[in-house]
């Protein structure tokens, strides 16, 4: 029997007026807490309330995707259990109406809340955690990002440190054309080192940079000041406070880049020598979270197509929320061994919810075969 579409539009609608119940208490709770660690991190800072209030605010897009299968799984569950106890889809289905049919409105509608927020959502919360991470490199951690990268290469920031000295006299740029995979190297370098005054001091050219404890290693190099003429010297040791942690932890995280503008930076990330794999497995989850809803819906399904016993509604709601809290850590686990290289990128991110799709897949076919 065909299913009307009217109620077709009936249960979408349910599913959607369940899911924004649980999207908006889910956010007060997940926004009071955000605010409530904030506070902790600006207390000896003396950071002012409304810029952690702001801190908060422009996190939430971010939590709001992490979030959001946990919100497709307890909204389905909310609706699907409602519109079982009143033994609508009980009717339904007597009705010769198939399990299929009345879950199809309900994983489009998840298909489409998922694509919004990866095609919508994303860039505007990539937007938004960009001006979040300046605030908390400015205020929480006293400084902000130090290395950029472009088309160009990529370019560097730090202290001048005199010689033997630990008290900063200035900055120096450096720019290079790319960097080594294994060591901490940078190729085809240029530092413009300026005092504390912002004038310029000196330039440096060199081959090749390596980064040790407290000092960059510049061979073949070349310097020039703005009265001198240029001397050139086999080996040039430039101070630092620089590790390459800090290095690293300076690039852009694939959490403040849009969905669409990922792929670019990855070749950009390529070309410049540094490992993509973060931002290759981030894109990759992005892509497939619209078909993790979809699981999600099909999950939920299992807990809510029976009539539960009396005093058994408690034990669903938590079975439901440890098999979905069972997805997340495989989604974690998997992601793992994406990013050690063990295996490729793209079976990290879609093996979890594949899985998922299959396992709600199977257990609505035994349901229906019952």
């Known amino acids: 029997m065909?299913?009307?579409?009217?109620?077709?539009?009936?249960?979408?609608?349910q599913f959607l007026i369940s899911t924004l119940i649980v999207f908006c208490a889910f956010s007060v709770i997940v926004f009071l807490v955000d605010m409530m660690?904030?506070?902790?991190?600006?207390?000896?800072?003396e950071v002012p309330l409304y810029i952690?209030?702001?801190?908060?605010?422009?996190?939430?897009?971010?939590?709001i995707q992490k979030m959001g299968p946990f919100v497709i799984l307890v909204g389905a569950i909310l609706s699907l259990s409602r519109l079982?106890?009143?033994?609508?889809?009980i009717i339904a289905r007597a009705s010769g109406i198939s399990a299929w049919q009345f879950l199809m409105p309900v994983v489009l509608s998840a298909l489409g809340i998922g694509i919004f927020m990866?095609?919508?959502?994303?860039?505007l919360g990539c937007t938004m955690l960009s001006r979040y991470e300046f605030l908390e490199g400015k205020y929480l951690h006293g400084r902000t990002s130090m290395l950029a990268v472009s088309s160009s290469g990529l370019w560097l920031k730090q202290k001048r440190y005199e010689e033997e000295s630990d008290t900063p006299s200035g900055e120096i740029i450096l720019h290079a054309a790319r960097a080594g995979q294994d060591e901490v190297e940078l190729f085809d370098v240029t530092a413009f080192v300026y005092d504390a005054e912002d004038r310029f001091v000196e330039r440096i050219d060199a081959k090749k940079a390596e980064l040790a404890s407290d000092f960059w290693r510049l061979q073949d190099v070349l310097i020039a000041t703005h009265d001198e003429y240029a001397r050139p010297l086999d080996e040039y040791f430039l101070p630092t406070n620089l590790t390459f942690e800090q290095i690293h932890d300076?690039?852009?995280?694939?959490?403040?880049?849009?969905?669409?503008?990922?792929?670019?930076?990855?070749?950009?990330?390529?070309?410049a020598g540094f490992s993509a794999?973060?931002?290759?497995?981030?894109?990759?989850?992005?892509?497939?979270?619209?078909?993790?809803?979809?699981?999600?819906?099909?999950?939920?399904?299992?807990?809510?197509?029976?009539?539960p016993r009396k005093g058994q509604s408690g034990l669903l709601i938590t079975a439901s929320i440890i098999t979905g809290f069972l997805i997340y850590f495989l989604t974690n686990l998997v992601s793992t061994f994406g990013l050690s290289g063990s295996i490729p990128v793209p079976l990290a991110a879609w093996i979890p919810v594949i899985i998922a799709l299959l396992a709600g897949a199977g257990s609505v076919l035994h349901l229906e075969d019952g």
């Open 2 to 13: 065909k299913m009307p579409l009217r109620f077709s539009l009936y249960i979408s609608k």
């Open 37 to 45: 660690e904030l506070l902790r991190r600006a207390q000896s800072r």
């Open 52 to 63: 952690v209030l702001q801190m908060a605010l422009l996190r939430m897009p971010l939590m």
């Open 84 to 89: 079982t106890r009143n033994n609508e889809l």
């Open 118 to 123: 990866v095609t919508i959502l994303n860039p």
């Open 250 to 271: 300076s690039l852009a995280s694939p959490e403040t880049i849009s969905f669409w503008s990922l792929p670019g930076f990855i070749q950009t990330l390529k070309e």
């Open 277 to 307: 794999l973060r931002h290759r497995l981030y894109w990759h989850m992005t892509l497939v979270s619209p078909l993790l809803f979809a699981a999600m819906v099909l999950i939920a399904a299992i807990f809510s197509f029976s009539l």
